[in-house]
């Protein structure tokens, strides 16, 4: 795909690796559709984008976990640009816990329902919903697009993340899926497993924390967002790549 042009949507799109991946398609002359629950705070990046080359940039709100939000946002993108040639489910959020705490043969804690429904509701039910209406979208349309969903290293399995390591797997088996189901309509599939990026939340921890967590990593470092950003305009650039998961983590296997 030549992305001069093409209509680029990408939830989470506010900061982090959403801004990360916004800021890497504008130069390419992207169209792009920048979504975030929190509309107000995608101006910033939309700006940005217009001014570094973005054939367009806007920005939407939606909660990806609400159908209604998600109909209406492919909607309303489609009727704004007359097309759609990508998505990336980046939208994403942690609820951790432990699945069980105990001291003394005695449970002191354990992860809540409402922590779990609210991780697989977003990274989970949100890229499901997403998919599936920029399937439907890119059929009608006649779009050869792709699809690139986020995933994690998390997918393997992480202490302290049975939600959003359940959820990380989903969304890896759910691009292979959609690469079988949808190359018939020209339609391509992919996601991205990316181990610690050196993003605002992490960049918040301890420093004690932060060094301990890179010395686990081979390369001795974090991954930048924007390595994650390159990743994602190589998939959608070569047009014979479909139904991998390409793991960006510095040689660090959970």
Known sequence: MDIKDK????TGAARGLGAAMARALAPRGAKLALVDVDASALEGIVGECRAAGAAEARGYGANVAKEDDVVKLFDDVVADFNALDGVVNNAGILRDGLLV?????????KMSLAQWQAVIDVNLTGVFLCGREAAERMIKLGSKG???????I???????????????????????????????????ANAIAPGFVNTEMVASMKPEALDKMKAMIP??????????????????????????VVEVDGALRL
Do not use: F
């Open 154 to 188: 998390s997918r393997a399995g992480n202490m302290g993340q049975t939600n959003y390591s359940a959820a990380k797997a989903g969304v890896a088996a759910m691009a292979v899926v959609w690469a079988k189901e949808l190359a018939r309509y020209g339609i391509r």
């Open 219 to 244: 390369l001795r470092r974090m991954a930048e967002p924007q390595e994650i950003a390159h990743t994602v305009v190589y998939l959608l650039e070569n047009d014979y790549v479909s139904g991998r």
């Open 7 to 10: 209509v680029i949507m990408i």
């Open 101 to 109: 705490k105990g001291k003394d043969g005695e449970i002191t804690g």
């Open 146 to 152: 792709v699809i690139i969903n986020i995933s994690s």
